[in-house]
Structures are given as structure tokens and as C-alpha cells.
């Protein structure tokens, strides 16, 4: 009698922890597709903003300069952190 008392208890803990695994798993693949979804959203979004400001730019001038400024700010920003990041490398050396 003890051993099937011992047998059935067990049981009920492999199946809970089963049960757990199971519910765990369902959880993350809720906050995987959360995530995905809404990085998509983001996406589209920004993809949408892009497309508003392309119809509504006043000329191909404006639009040259605007983001001709903004490629040459990061690339500046890029830049500067490569040197530094050079200048660390070989500051360590």
C-alpha cells in the first residue's frame, strides 16, 4: 500500500513538473510572438513616417539636404568613435 502511495506521489510531481514545462513554454512563445509583432509594428510604422515625408517634401533640393545633413552627422558620430576606439587599442598596446 505504501509503495503504490509512493508510486502515485510521483506521479502527481512528474506531472506537474510536466505541467510547469508546458506552461513555461507556451508562455515564452506568447512573448516571442508579442515581440515579433510588435517590432513588425514598429517597422511598418517607420516605413510608413518614411513615406509620408517622401509625399510631402517640398522639392528634391530639400530632401537632398535633409538627409545629406543627416548621413554626415552619423558619419561623424561613427567616425569619432572609431578613433577613439583606435586610439583605446592602441593606448593599451
Known amino acids: 500500500m505504501a509503495y503504490r502511495s509512493v508510486q502515485a506521489v510521483r506521479l502527481i510531481l512528474s506531472t506537474d513538473k510536466e505541467y510547469r514545462k ?22 511598418i510604422y517607420s516605413a510608413l513616417q518614411i513615406i509620408h515625408r517622401l509625399l510631402t517634401i517640398q522639392s ?3 530632401f ?10 552619423v558619419l561623424e558620430k561613427y567616425l569619432d568613435n572609431m578613433m577613439c576606439v583606435h586610439l583605446f587599442h592602441c593606448l593599451r598596446w
Open 22 to 43: 508546458g506552461v513555461h513554454w507556451l508562455e515564452t512563445l506568447r512573448l516571442r510572438r508579442t515581440r515579433i509583432l510588435t517590432s513588425g509594428y514598429k517597422v
Open 60 to 62: 528634391l533640393e530639400t
Open 64 to 73: 537632398v539636404y535633409e538627409y545629406s545633413t543627416t548621413v554626415k552627422s
